[in-house]
């Protein structure tokens, strides 16, 4: 079984600063991409940061300049480091993976459980 644990979320004043990580854990072979989303009350999840295996990132407009996604490998962990945080940054934020299990399996999407970020005006 494959599992995806967020951690690091909470309230912070706006201008502040969070960090969070997700590490993955269970039967796995290697994990490709790996990402963030976010989802606010009402309205759609959304991607914000994702990294490849090798390293390139790719962000959200409205997140980019403010904040950094980052892996280590050997952890099989995730993080997004969020900085200058405004209150329209208010969601739940969801590790998202692509996980292959098996040397000769499939790689299958894997999310975490999401961890709340509240920032405050």
């Known amino acids: 079984q494959v599992r995806l644990v967020e951690s690091g979320g909470g309230l912070v004043q706006a201008g502040g600063s969070l960090r969070l990580s997700c590490a993955a854990s269970?039967?796995?072979?290697?994990?490709?991409?790996m990402g963030w989303y976010r989802q606010a009350p009402g309205k759609q999840r959304v991607l914000v940061a994702a990294?490849?295996?090798?390293?390139?990132?790719n962000y959200a407009e409205s997140v980019e300049g403010r904040t950094t996604i980052s892996r280590d490998n050997a952890k099989n962990t995730v993080y997004l480091q969020m900085t200058s945080l405004k209150p329209e940054d208010t969601a739940v934020y969801y590790c998202n993976a692509g996980i292959q299990k098996y040397k000769l399996g499939y790689t299958n999407d894997y999310w975490g459980q999401g961890t709340q970020v509240t920032v405050s005006s």
């Open positions: 269970g039967s796995i072979f290697s994990i490709n991409a």
């Open positions: 990294i490849t295996s090798g390293g390139s990132t």
